[in-house]
């Protein structure tokens, strides 16, 4: 017996006790034990495992749009993407992150590293070598507060009740956070199997309960209020998607929070007290991890959302104006002038109403007081005017290049603005040259570009068209169709008290036949003969129209 033949017989033990084999090991994918198709399989490429980006996102509880440039946006109701492929720079929740692999095509098809789907989206991956699968589990899954009777309970997106019904009212779940009334009055926390969990005993959420608003992840925390211990004013604490206090009850009000910044409010309650204990209500500013950032030099904050780093300041008490501090507390505008606020990194400030300039988030005047008002519109345009009758444009650096035109020039969106004269609309580009005639009627609603369409109307009757001018959905809509599109979706009627659903392209995925639609991270809840049910973003119904109630 050679040598060779020796170390042959070893090499084959060897991989027969490991389980490996020589040949290709092919692994179906699953998602909650769900296969994707016969088709989906896992895809190694250099050693490294790949999925077939779409399809299993979908699975997961996805919303995915792709774009010709081959980028990925994805929604869920608890988290968002953006990936590229062929690029490790991604942004997950809002914030950026580097992959350790960046997505690929694979004979046309985008794949996805595994690793990202257990890292960053939430699922995890079981291999499973001997029934030749790989199975993510979601743990996760989009739960509707649905009415039954008097009673409230949640169901899945298959249409199975989860959580019973034993509530006198429930709001959607933030993560791993629900909030359900109780027969007291008061709101509790509960988890995805149905236990109470802190915060228990809650007046109400400030981003949800009340107004039937789902708590959507967008922000970290979410605030609550409840009593006060001492018996005085009650107080706003905030807990993250896990459940977790993560800024106490030391408040009286939080603003809602953008770029991980609120401001915090605490006040005294005034009943029964002399007039000289009236004092403003004290205002912090603060990190959604309860980290305090200024003072309360200010009796008046209120935080910029664009750029997002400001804070428009006054001393009201003291009779001034307006200005702005940046998030060390640095006062870069004094609180002496008139100012409306920023749009698209531009602020109008002035001495008067009607002696403005445009002003960067530096502090830097663009140009000498003079204005009736000023706008940043995006794409290195503002608007302005003299006489607040009509108006042109001028770039970044104050230099005004399209005299006043029109009636009122919109913000840009996706490199197009509506302006007006009259009546009659149409749209410009940012050097002020017409791309689509001033043939359509004025309408308040939705005048913004997405994804490529907008919302025109023609003699009382709505439709879509592209930025090229084309139209892509006929006018033969209501002319109070919404339009509004969520998730490539958007609310239509041909009649004024009936609705349906059209996609993108301008396809009737549910017919116009139904008394109230809302639509809601992908899918579409609608009501038909006072009963309530749900649609799939593809117009498939998943929850029977049995329910007497559905947010």
């Known amino acids: 017996m050679t040598k060779k033949f020796l170390l042959m017989m070893l090499v084959i033990s060897f991989t027969m006790v490991l389980g490996f084999s020589f040949a290709e090991e092919v692994l179906k994918i699953y998602v909650d034990e769900e296969a994707l198709s016969p088709t989906a399989v896992v895809e190694t490429v250099d050693g490294s495992a790949f999925l077939p980006l779409c399809p299993t996102l979908e699975a997961m509880g996805f919303y995915v749009e792709a774009s010709e440039e081959a980028t990925y946006i994805g929604s869920r109701y608890d988290m968002t993407f953006r990936f590229e492929v062929a690029n490790q720079a991604a942004i997950v929740n809002g914030e950026a992150v580097t992959l350790d692999l960046a ?7 985008a794949h996805i590293p595994v690793e990202v789907i257990s890292t960053l989206l939430n699922g995890k991956v079981i291999w499973d070598h001997q029934e030749d699968k790989l199975n993510i589990v979601t743990g996760q899954g989009q739960l509707f507060p649905v009415k039954k009777g008097n009673k409230f309970g949640f169901v899945n997106e298959k249409g199975d009740v989860v959580i019973d019904f034993n509530y006198q009212d429930a709001s959607y779940f933030w993560g791993e956070l629900g909030f359900v009334k109780k027969s007291s009055g008061k709101w509790n926390g509960i988890n995805r199997e149905g236990e109470l969990v802190e915060p228990f005993d809650i007046n109400y959420v400030l981003d949800g309960i009340g107004t039937r608003m789902p708590l959507t992840g967008r922000e970290r925390t979410v605030a609550v209020n409840r009593d006060a211990e001492d018996g005085g004013m009650s107080r706003v ?38 007039e000289s204990e009236i004092k403003p209500p004290l205002e912090t500013v603060l990190t959604d991890t309860g980290k305090i950032i200024t003072s309360n030099r200010w009796s008046y904050y209120r935080p910029v959302y664009e750029p997002g780093n ?23 505008v004094e609180p002496k002038y ?24 530096t502090g830097k005047f663009l140009t000498k007081f003079k ?16 006489d607040c009758r009509k108006y042109g444009l001028m770039d970044y650096e104050g230099h005004e290049f399209l005299k006043p035109t029109y009636d009122y020039i919109q913000a840009f969106s996706e490199g197009l603005a509506q302006v007006g004269i009259g009546n009659e609309v149409g749209y ?38 592209n930025k090229a001018g084309e139209v892509i959905v006929p006018l033969i809509y209501h002319q109070y169709a919404p339009f509004k599109f969520d998730h490539g979706l958007a609310v239509v009627m041909l009649d004024y008290d009936r609705q349906g659903v059209i996609n993108l392209y301008g396809k009737q995925i549910v017919p116009c036949e139904y008394d ?30 049995i329910y007497d109630e559905m947010y």
């Open 516 to 545: 109230d639609i809302t639509l809601r991270n992908g899918y579409i809840i609608a009501k038909k003969n006072q009963k309530f049910g749900c649609f799939d973003h593809l117009g498939n119904e998943i929850i029977p129209f």
């Open 428 to 465: 410009i580009n940012p050097q002020g040259q017409v791309v689509i005639p001033l043939i359509y009627e004025h309408n308040s609603q939705f005048n913004d570009f997405k994804d490529g369409v907008v919302k025109v109307m023609k003699d009382g009757k709505s439709g879509l068209i």
């Open 371 to 386: 204005y009736g008002d000023v706008n940043g519109l995006g794409e290195g345009a503002i608007s302005y005017t003299y």
């Open 310 to 332: 400001l804070f428009k300041i006054s001393d009201l008490m003291g009779g001034g104006g307006f200005g702005y501090i940046n998030l060390e507390g640095k006062v870069i």
């Open 338 to 361: 008139y100012s409306y606020g920023f749009q698209n990194g531009i602020a109008d400030v002035g001495p008067s109403s009607n002696k403005k300039a445009p002003m960067d988030a």
């Open 237 to 274: 604490g905030c807990y993250n998607p896990k459940g977790e206090l993560v800024i106490p009850f030391d408040y009286t009000d939080i603003s809602r929070f953008n770029n991980g910044i609120a401001i915090g409010t605490y006040a005294i309650n005034y009943y029964g007290r002399p």
């Open 103 to 109: 997505p690929i095509q694979i004979d046309g098809t």
